[in-house]
């Protein structure tokens, strides 16, 4: 039954809430207890406690909260405000409208190179066909066809241009999940950005350290523009405030509006398709650097391990923001042409009875969570709220992204037996975002395979022995498969070498879906790779060629020689009545007496009985006991909200560790206008660095252009007034000389004696990245060189008079044909004996790589038969790149080759064509050029 607003009684709101608190907080005083009393702070509510309330209150009013209240709620008074402000709302959620028909068949995209390509496939061959249905109680959710979905980000795409976004630029997108998501995920790689997914901040008792994190993460990637939704705004301006790179935010409302049309840009294979930032549970986020080529092969390796198909259904609440839910359920249904049943982790959470009814309206086939999600479906719902649920249609559950709990699956297939679940269908998987998202898959069908394992052998001497039947306290470890198709695992000791089967090593990777490395974080990148092969971070051991993941190396506490695995004690402690599910931290921290590790639990408990506390500390040291053989050194019993927790819902151990070693556990979090005050105090210390950096940068700017105006006139003049070629040449090198250190520029040359060695002319080949270029060359090359220049300076007098005095000979540009037909031309300015320098690109642009080569230089060449010299120019585009006037302070480095001899390309190759003879040249020298200019290939 609904009811009007107008008739919200805070009296029944504020009897509701004492009743919830009399259930879990029984110590306090009911009284005192107002709707003005903080949930977190007062109350000591935790986030399931917040979403009981919830569900009780809507039962009560017979409305339905928008899912935004379960993390922005902070009292009372703000949910008597949502309440008095809602139209009334279909509150029953068994009721469920039919799901939307899908149009004809599906082909897939099996030659897509890249993740454009693989939606414009679809929206070619199948635009009506329904991609994404967001999913409602009601069943209105809207649907995206994939017609829908490439025009929508199409028009972001145009947006982004329009804001000035760049080639292979970083752009970050703190939305929630929805239609805008999609569309600004796309807009980005069509613009040719690369997406860079965050969070959007939690509640407010927790927005400083978000935005914290978010700025490491905007630190390394170095974005300008983020795109969120207009009530992330204002976090996103504290956000700025942080990050020095950030200078524009904007909403997807606003990118909407946006009516002119996008620009094509060329995206490869090799192109970084998106940055994955780890969830930083053991130290600060890294940015997993994924190309197309490498989220394609984890895709189509996926899909042939669960045979996917166009009649599949995956339905799914996880986060878009991180691996499993954006590449394993929206991006792999996307490639299979699967409708994608989405809903936010907001709605999941507040109401976990959604994803099942999902699966039963939709009749999904595929299904995603980590344990917890089944978990939490066990410990939150009741036989009621699953009325008219039917599972039967899944073929496949995924359970993964965190450690798989034996218990959990085994209780959930028992449990939703009754609902038609299939135990066959649990599907344990092993991956990680370094290799995009899958390593290892069971076979399909096949269910969870549970091992037992001696404990004491193992624990010892880390072979995985199994157990007698009979045997107490064992270990269990879940099966998480074989490796992917074209994929590989292996096992190793501390030295590197490769472990047998059934012995616990350090677990390592490789395959086709495997990063290259961390964005900008070299060292973080050396210390993953091993060789060919990737370190996980896990350990684990192989039997029967299957993977058995056993804990993180970080997290794994050696005490008297034994490896203590932190996650089975604490999922063990988590059960004991008075201790937070969940909610146990364990972990290792230094005795500086005895230069060992003291073994720590630190669990939370609403009680502060004395007496129960202690019951609690004598369960926790007996079943610790009983488990590894040996009570803890300290017990710690905190109150909720001290174990710290990923946005994903890992457990923070390190960071758990570093709050105890710094006697912070069970310290209140500041209050919300001391966070921003905090956040607003950095960003100043942010600003001014900025303010002092662009101070600087202007100063040296002006200084620059200061000098280039006292020396120009005397390079000009001198190229005019000398009387011959070479003391003209020698003028201008001179002025370019004290230009270099006159604005103290390092400039290094490489490889002079290859340019020195050549008697007679030659053909000079360079790169081209700025309008500093000519002024480089003339002071670094050791012997004087005549420019072949674009037609358009030869219109201008100014220009034209040097260059003629120079001897420089103008060609026109942007037409390969006339480039070649000026080579007869050319081939007469070459007897004059002084090499001819080419800038073989013709043009340069603002965003870094190196273009195709145009042919005029070795048609030359080539019909001359002579020697082609590449030289390779560094760092000028990032000193002053094309469309600004602005330098920066930088180094060059200019790097000259060996000469590369068309006779001997002739006598090598047999090639007699001169045509032939020029292709080859230009494929040298470019090659050469491509490995010293620091800039990736554009062609």
């Not at 997914?197 to 509640?203: D, G, M, N, Q, T």
Request: glycine share 8%.
């Amino acid at each position: 039954m609904q009811q009007d607003p107008s008739q919200i009684s805070s009296q029944k709101l504020l009897g509701l809430l004492r009743s919830l608190v009399a259930e879990v907080r029984p110590e306090l005083d009911l009284e005192k207890i107002t709707l003005e009393s903080s949930f977190e702070k007062e109350l000591g509510l935790d986030s399931l406690s917040r979403v009981e309330l919830i569900s009780r209150i809507e039962r009560a009013f017979g409305l339905a909260l928008p899912e935004s209240t379960f993390v922005e709620a902070e009292n009372g008074l703000d949910l008597l405000r949502v309440l008095t402000t809602l139209r009334p709302h279909l509150a029953d959620l068994v009721s469920a409208a039919e799901a939307r028909p899908r149009s004809e068949t599906a082909t897939l995209p099996e030659r897509a190179r890249t993740l454009v390509e693989m939606l414009e496939w679809h929206a070619g061959h199948h635009g009506e066909r329904v991609h994404i249905q967001l999913y409602q109680d009601d069943g209105r959710g809207g649907t995206i066809t994939y017609e829908q979905l490439k025009t929508g980000a199409q028009n972001f795409a145009g947006a982004l241009q329009q804001l000035g976004l760049e080639k292979a630029q970083p752009v970050v997108i703190m939305l929630p999940t929805g239609a805008d998501y999609f569309f600004t995920f796309f807009g980005i790689l069509m613009a040719g950005g690369i997406p860079v997914p965050i969070y959007p901040p939690a509640r407010p008792s927790q927005i400083e350290e978000h935005m914290r994190r978010h700025a490491r993460i905007l630190e390394n990637c170095r974005a300008e523009i983020l795109v969120t939704l207009e009530e992330g705004k204002r976090a996103a301006q504290l956000l700025k405030g942080l990050s020095p790179s950030l200078r524009q935010i904007v909403t997807a409302a606003e990118l909407r509006l946006f009516t002119g049309r996008s620009t094509t840009v060329e995206i490869r294979p090799d192109d970084i398709a998106f940055l994955q930032y780890t969830s930083g549970s053991t130290g600060n986020p890294k940015g997993v650097m994924l190309t197309h080529a490498n989220l394609l092969a984890n895709i189509r390796a996926m899909g042939k391990a669960v045979d996917a198909s166009p009649e599949d259904v995956f339905v799914s609440w996880l986060p878009l923001y991180h691996d499993m839910g954006l590449i394993g359920a929206w991006l792999g249904s996307l490639y299979y042409a699967a409708l994608f049943v989405v809903m936010s982790p907001l709605s999941f959470l507040a109401r976990p009875e959604r994803w099942l009814r999902a699966i039963t309206r939709h009749k999904g086939t595929l299904t995603a969570s980590p344990n917890f999600g089944y978990e939490y479906c066990l410990h939150r719902l009741e036989d009621l709220a699953l009325d008219g649920i039917d599972l039967g249609s899944l073929r496949a559950a995924f359970n993964g992204a965190e450690a798989v709990n034996p218990t959990t699956i085994e209780r959930f297939a028992e449990h939703f037996a009754r609902y038609g679940f299939d135990r066959r269908a649990m599907t344990p998987v092993y991956g990680l975002a370094e290799s995009s998202v899958g390593v290892t898959f069971p076979l399909l069908g096949r269910g969870a395979v549970i091992e037992r394992v001696e404990r004491d052998t193992f624990m010892q001497r880390h072979e995985a022995v199994p157990a007698e039947a009979e045997e107490p306290h064992v270990l269990h470890f879940v099966s998480s498969g074989l490796p992917l198709t074209d994929h590989q695992i292996r096992v190793v000791d501390a030295a590197g070498h490769e472990l047998p089967e059934r012995r616990e090593g350090r677990l390592e990777f490789r395959g086709p879906s495997a990063t290259s490395g961390y964005y900008r974080d070299a060292e973080k990148t050396r210390r993953l790779f091993d060789g060919e092969w990737l370190d996980s971070g896990d350990l684990a051991y192989i039997a029967e060629g299957e993977l058995y993941i056993t804990g993180r190396i970080k997290d794994i506490i050696i005490r008297a020689g034994r490896n203590i695995y932190p996650d089975e004690l604490e999922k063990a402690i988590g059960d004991i009545e008075g201790i937070r599910k969940g909610c146990v931290a364990i972990f290792g921290s230094g005795d500086p007496q005895t230069a060992t590790e003291r073994l720590i639990v630190l669990a939370e408990t609403r009680s502060e009985e004395p007496q129960e506390r202690r019951r609690l500390q004598q369960q926790v040291n007996a079943l610790a006991t009983d488990l590894i053989g040996t009570p803890p050194d300290e017990v710690l019993l905190a109150p909720p909200g001290s174990v710290l927790k990923t946005s994903s819902g890992k457990i923070r151990r390190s960071a758990s560790r570093q709050m105890y070693e710094e006697g912070k556990i069970g310290q209140r979090g500041r209050a919300l206008i001391w966070q921003i005050g905090g956040l607003l105090v950095s960003s100043l210390a942010v600003q001014r660095h900025r303010i002092t950096e662009l101070l600087k940068a202007s100063v040296f700017a002006l200084y620059s252009w200061s000098c280039f105006v006292l020396l120009v006139p005397f390079a000009w003049l001198g190229a005019v007034l000398m009387p011959n070629f070479r003391l003209r040449f020698k003028a201008i090198r001179t002025v370019a000389q004290l230009f270099a250190r006159a604005t103290r520029t390092p400039l290094k040359v490489v490889g002079s004696e290859h340019l020195r060695g050549i008697a007679g002319p030659c053909v000079i080949v360079v790169n081209h990245a700025s309008y500093l270029d000519s002024f480089v060359l003339a002071a670094a090359l050791p012997e004087p060189f005549r420019f072949v220049a674009k037609a358009e300076f030869s219109r201008r007098l100014i220009t034209r008079l040097p260059l003629e005095k120079l001897q420089g000979e103008f060609v026109e540009r942007f037409d390969t044909g006339k480039s070649v037909d000026d080579a007869a031309r050319l081939l007469d300015a070459l007897k004059g004996g002084s090499p001819l320098l080419f800038f073989a690109e013709s043009t340069f642009t603002r965003i870094p790589g190196l273009q195709p080569f145009y042919m005029g230089a070795f048609k030359t060449a080539a019909d001359a038969a002579l020697p082609v010299v590449p030289v390779a120019v560094r760092g000028t585009r990032s000193i002053l790149r094309d469309g600004s006037w602005f330098p920066h302070r930088g180094s060059i480095t200019v790097t000259i080759g060996e000469m590369i001899d068309p006779a001997k390309i002739a006598q090598e190759s047999g090639k007699e064509s001169a045509w032939d003879i020029a292709v080859a040249l230009r494929d040298r020298a470019r090659g050469f050029i491509l490995r010293h200019c620091g800039e990736p290939d554009l062609s």
